[in-house]
């Protein structure tokens, strides 16, 4: 007997259901569920990996593949055929903001209410890493990142992760924000100075100067083989070191050359002192 298929965790349903070539009023129709609409939103629009979208609707990775190649044949033959698309049914629920740390931003449900975004509890004996995040990669201004993502260890491997919204918290009240939520370390990019003081005075171990893939770079700390820099500072108010972040004026430096800053939103990175 054929086992059941696994209902589909959707963020919400489609705004638009129907879409028709013009001047058509009746004809063959096409019908792609919601499930299949929900793989066509995160993959297509917001670019998640098959993998990403997986954890997200709480299903395999091999059932997102079925899922999207059906969908994309749908829409192929709704194009090209000129058949009326039509968005329902299928087999799914929607989230209740419980797997919010699987979105890439802000998940819909607790950004409309302003609600934070829940944190599993730590276990004992648990050695909870956050990283400034976005996208995958380490986000290089600790003071603006929008989200950490949490790894929590226990004997030497990762048993949990989590991503959670900052809600817009400033450079002290992340630290603050990281104490609330059990951090003992933080892997970041470039980092004020002030920031940097309140995390050593909560406690947590500070390891800035960091880019790249946020998982490869926790792996490698847990390896003891994290390149990072112990002098990264990004300070917004110092302007002697001659050399300026963005268009703001911001300077960014570290203690072992001169670096160099680009004009990007992410302000600054750290390794060497360097900013993309």
Same mark, same amino acid.
């Given at each position: 007997?054929?086992?059941?298929?696994?209902?589909?965790?959707?963020?919400?349903?489609?705004?638009?259901?129907?879409?028709?070539?013009?001047?058509?009023?009746?004809?063959?129709?096409?019908?792609?569920?919601?499930?299949?609409?929900?793989?066509?939103?995160?993959?297509?629009?917001?670019?998640?990996?098959?993998?990403?979208?997986?954890?997200?609707?709480?299903?395999?990775?091999?059932?997102?593949?079925?899922?999207?190649?059906?969908?994309?044949?749908?829409?192929?033959?709704?194009?090209?055929?000129?058949?009326?698309?039509?968005?329902?049914?299928?087999?799914?629920?929607?989230?209740?903001?419980?797997?919010?740390?699987?979105?890439?931003?802000?998940?819909?449900?607790?950004?409309?209410?302003?609600?934070?975004?829940?944190?599993?509890?730590?276990?004992?004996?648990?050695?909870?890493?956050?990283?400034?995040?976005?996208?995958?990669?380490?986000?290089?201004?600790?003071?603006?990142?929008?989200?950490?993502?949490?790894?929590?260890?226990?004997?030497?491997?990762?048993?949990?992760?989590?991503?959670?919204?900052?809600?817009?918290?400033?450079?002290?009240?992340?630290?603050?924000?990281?104490?609330?939520?059990?951090?003992?370390?933080?892997?970041?990019?470039?980092?004020?100075?002030?920031?940097?003081?309140?995390?050593?005075?909560?406690?947590?171990?500070?390891?800035?100067?960091?880019?790249?893939?946020?998982?490869?770079?926790?792996?490698?700390?847990?390896?003891?083989?994290?390149?990072?820099?112990?002098?990264?500072?990004?300070?917004? &108010?110092? +302007?002697?070191? $001659?050399?300026? *972040? @963005?268009?703001?004026? #911001?300077? !960014? &430096?570290? +203690?072992?050359? $001169?670096?160099? *800053? @680009?004009?990007?939103? #992410?302000? !600054?990175?750290?390794?060497?002192?360097?900013?993309?």
């Amino acid at each position: 007997m054929a086992r059941p298929s696994k209902c589909r965790r959707i963020c919400s349903e489609p705004a638009y259901d129907s879409f028709a070539p013009g001047g058509i009023c009746c004809g063959d129709k096409t019908i792609l569920t919601v499930d299949e609409y929900e793989v066509i939103r995160l993959i297509d629009l917001h670019k998640l990996t098959h993998e990403q979208c997986a954890k997200q609707m709480d299903i395999s990775r091999t059932t997102v593949t079925e899922i999207y190649e059906a969908a994309r044949e749908k829409i192929a033959d709704s194009i090209v055929n000129g058949k009326k698309l039509v968005i329902s049914g299928g087999n799914y629920r929607l989230c209740d903001g419980s797997a919010a740390d699987y979105c890439q931003k802000f998940c819909r449900k607790i950004k409309s209410t302003g609600a934070k975004t829940p944190v599993r509890t730590k276990g004992a004996n648990t050695m909870r890493i956050a990283v400034t995040y976005e996208n995958g990669e380490i986000f290089q201004h600790f003071g603006h990142t929008e989200q950490f993502k949490i790894y929590d260890i226990t004997d030497g491997k990762i048993t949990d992760e989590q991503i959670i919204n900052t809600n817009g918290s400033g450079h002290g009240a992340l630290a603050g924000l990281l104490t609330e939520i059990g951090a003992d370390v933080i892997i970041c990019g470039g980092i004020g100075s002030g920031a940097k003081s309140a995390i050593a005075e909560a406690g947590i171990k500070l390891y800035g100067g960091v880019s790249g893939n946020a998982d490869a770079a926790v792996k490698a700390l847990m390896s003891d083989s994290l390149d990072y820099n112990p002098d990264v500072h990004c300070d917004h &108010h110092d +302007h002697a070191h $001659g050399h300026e *972040c @963005g268009n703001s004026g #911001h300077s !960014c &430096h570290s +203690h072992n050359d $001169g670096g160099h *800053c @680009g004009e990007d939103k #992410h302000g !600054c990175a750290g390794n060497g002192g360097h900013c993309h």
